[in-house]
């Protein structure tokens, strides 16, 4: 029987740009750590903070946005509250109209040995749309520009 190579943790290294995630009382769970869906709200907060920052997209006056049609997320060591979380983004792809993203979550707890690597690394893809009409549309050149210095 084949079976698929495992997915392993990446060091901060591999990611291009990081932006601090502050954990909340009601991210962990019955089991002491960090819900796994709360991994993927992490994901998507990690990004679109960066892309409105960069100016690359306007969520609130601009005709296009992003919509996310694949996530997925591998986990490797717990993340827990009250410690403070650091993402790491960067870009693997980007085609026409869509981009596919991975995020590195790492420990930002000072002194801890482990946050050197990640505790979680995923992707999620946004295929950018037309705002009314939610059709595809070409990246705009703002987004693209910033896209190439994650990359």
């Not at 009382?25 to 990004?47: E, K, L, P, Q, R």
């Not at 420990?107 to 009314?132: C, L, M, N, R, T």
Request: hydrophobic fraction near 40%.
């Amino acid at each position: 029987m084949n079976s698929f190579p495992r997915p392993q943790a990446e060091p901060r290294s591999a990611y291009k740009v990081f932006r601090p995630i502050g954990t909340r009382w009601s991210d962990n769970d019955v089991y002491g750590h960090i819900n796994n869906v709360v991994y993927y709200s992490w994901f998507d907060t990690a990004v679109n903070g960066y892309l409105i920052e960069t100016g690359a997209v306007d969520i609130h006056a601009g005709h296009v946005i992003g919509l996310v049609v694949e996530t997925q997320c591998n986990y490797f060591s717990p993340l827990a509250f009250p410690d403070p979380v650091l993402a790491g983004i960067r870009v693997a792809l980007v085609g026409s109209s869509s981009v596919r993203y991975e995020v590195g979550l790492f420990s930002a707890k000072p002194g801890d040995p482990a946050a050197e690597s990640s505790a979680a690394k995923g992707h999620f893809i946004h295929v950018y749309v037309d705002k009314e009409t939610r059709r595809p549309v070409p990246l705009p050149p703002r987004l693209l520009t910033v896209l190439e210095s994650l990359k």
